[in-house]
């Protein structure tokens, strides 16, 4: 089955810097990768996705690249605010035509003022 | 608006009873999950269900069960609770369209002692 691999597991910025979370997945079928924020006592939210047909996605400040050789995916957060602060959860899905999510292991985002 | 609700946000059982978190949604949706969330390990899928009387195991789904009787509701029922099952549990819901966004709950931390 899919395995999803992600890193760092902490990650300490000063506001204004650019953050970058990376993930890697173990199978090649897998063709849709969302990426979640998790704030304090919440559930994960949705924020920006990609599909394998894409090299690239923005949405304002956050940004997710896709290498399918590779089999690896980034987020960029670029201009940092406090308000990113957050863990985020990176996964991958197979288009299978049923919707099973693999996530990675989340990655604590720390944005300090 | 429409919401995914979880209850009781907290519970603290006793190693051996039997504990029903509950899930309720108003999207409609059809899809819906459950997800154990532990340091380390990130999200992983208890069970899952694409409609009423549906439901199927995810990776994590020994000692867990659930059942769906109608559309908005999907009770996650630990039948003799375990230290192990100390965890933060999110219910999520999606439509099931292709790539369609999980809805998560605000997640229930459960304590077994």
């Known amino acids: ?113 | 608006d429409a919401e995914i609700t979880q209850s009781p946000r907290h519970k603290i059982t006793e190693t051996g009873r039997q504990v029903t978190l509950a899930c309720h949604q108003t999207w409609n949706h059809n899809n819906m999950f459950w997800y154990r969330q532990d340091l380390g390990h990130g999200l992983r899928l208890i069970h899952y269900s694409y409609g009423v009387q549906d439901t199927n195991k995810g990776e994590v789904s020994d000692g867990y069960s659930v059942s769906r009787s109608n559309t908005e509701d999907l009770p996650l029922t630990l039948e003799s609770a375990a230290s192990s099952q100390t965890s933060v549990y999110f219910c999520a819901s999606s439509s099931g369209e292709t790539n369609s966004p999980l809805h998560f709950g605000n997640g229930t931390r459960l304590t077994v002692t």
């Not at chain 1, 998790?38 to 923005?58: H, T």
């Not at chain 1, 987020?75 to 990675?104: R, W």
């Open chain 1, 1 to 113: 089955g899919e395995n999803v691999e992600q890193h760092p597991s902490t990650l300490s910025v000063q506001e204004g810097d650019s953050a970058v979370i990376k993930c890697t997945y173990s199978d090649s079928a897998s063709n849709y990768f969302p990426w979640y924020k998790q704030e304090l006592g919440k559930g994960p939210q949705l924020i920006i996705d990609i599909r394998s047909n894409v090299g690239e996605k923005k949405d304002q400040r956050i940004a997710v690249t896709l290498n399918k050789t590779a089999k690896h995916f980034s987020l960029h957060i670029t201009e940092t605010q406090p308000e990113d602060s957050a863990v985020y959860f990176c996964a991958a899905q197979m288009n299978t035509g049923f919707q099973k999510l693999v996530f990675g292991t989340g990655t604590r985002l720390l944005v300090s003022p």
